[in-house]
């Protein structure tokens, strides 16, 4: 069971395996988390993903209890991205509790945030 963070929370992809998905048993998309998340694929050396970070850090306050944003350097999980098929970054990921998850690319404004949020996320 994840635990309720208003924080942002870095995975590794043994971690990612654990709380959002597990690519190795499962062919066909199964969520392993109980909230709704945003899931951010960055590098520290790219300005946009610099830019959204202080975006999902607000997101990971305001909608505390209700969501879980996690962040994933693709620098350090290639294989992850890999998975994801992550060519550019940022590239975030809005995972609903049941169905598929969406994914943007770019540095969204926070207006974006919160009506992907609304409409994926918390629309169950």
């Not at 995975?11 to 998340?37: C, H, I, M, R």
């Not at 995972?95 to 926070?110: D, F, T, W, Y």
Request: with cysteine; net charge negative.
């Amino acid at each position: 069971m994840e635990t309720l963070t208003n924080k942002v929370v870095h995975l590794t992809s043994e971690e990612f395996k654990k709380k959002v998905f597990n690519y190795d048993v499962n062919k066909d998309w199964k969520y392993e988390g109980q909230l709704p998340a945003i899931i951010d694929f960055y590098a520290d050396w790219c300005g946009p993903c610099k830019t959204v970070a202080p975006v999902l850090e607000d997101l990971a306050r305001d909608y505390a209890g209700k969501l879980i944003v996690y962040k994933v350097n693709t620098e350090n999980e290639q294989e992850l991205a890999s998975v994801f098929g992550i060519r550019s970054i940022p590239t975030l990921l809005f995972v609903p509790k049941v169905g598929n998850p969406q994914s943007a690319m770019g540095a969204l404004p926070r207006k974006a945030f919160d009506s992907a949020i609304n409409d994926i996320l918390l629309a169950n």
